[in-house]
């Protein structure tokens, strides 16, 4: 039995969730989200908990368990408290900007560019170097904050670029011979 599709999902006060067929349907204090799920798992309410239940162990039903099951918490916590993603700038002269409720980034190249929210999207900018992607849907919020940090990957030997917060990025030591090379 997968051990992350048989824990059950407790479900907040305040959150409604609606089981029609392979539909799921949870709105909560945040927005409401919905999502077809495989037809064969079978997502069961009871005492304001969810279950996950797979009819066999076929291959398939396995491998479909344990990722309905973190489908639907991830829908549960999103109608709860919401996503959100970190997004740190570093270079000079890169900088973030909100412009109405679009992004606009100017990343060193001879233009600016301007990302736009796809619905239920926003973009937070404390200061022109941090940004945020903030959603309820777990899956759109990771990728718009991917495609943002698509516009200037980071590089590896100055560290220039669009990086998600805490991302490491690995370094390379620049050119050997500068220091100490032929005569």
């Known amino acids: ?102 992004l606009q980034l100017n990343l060193g190249y001879s233009h600016p560019i301007e990302i736009e929210p796809p619905a239920g999207i926003s973009f937070e900018v404390e200061n022109p170097t941090r940004l945020a992607v903030v959603g309820i849907d777990k899956e759109l919020v990771g990728q718009v904050a991917a495609r943002v940090r698509a516009t200037r990957k980071p590089e590896p030997y100055k560290g220039k670029g669009v990086r998600y917060a805490g991302e490491k990025i690995r370094r390379k030591a620049g050119k050997a011979g500068k220091i100490g090379g032929k005569k």
């Open 1 to 102: 039995m997968s051990r992350i599709g048989r824990l059950p999902i407790p479900v907040p006060s305040g959150v409604n969730v609606k089981i029609d067929g392979p539909a799921i349907t949870v709105s909560g204090p945040r927005g409401t989200l919905s999502r077809q799920l495989h037809p064969e798992i079978l997502v069961a309410q009871e005492d304001g908990t969810l279950f996950v239940r797979r009819p066999d162990e076929d291959k398939l039903h396995r491998e479909l368990h344990g990722l309905t099951r973190t489908l639907v918490a991830n829908m549960v916590e999103g109608v709860t408290n919401g996503y959100r993603k970190g997004i740190e700038i570093t270079g000079v002269g890169y900088r973030a900007v909100k412009v109405g409720n679009k």
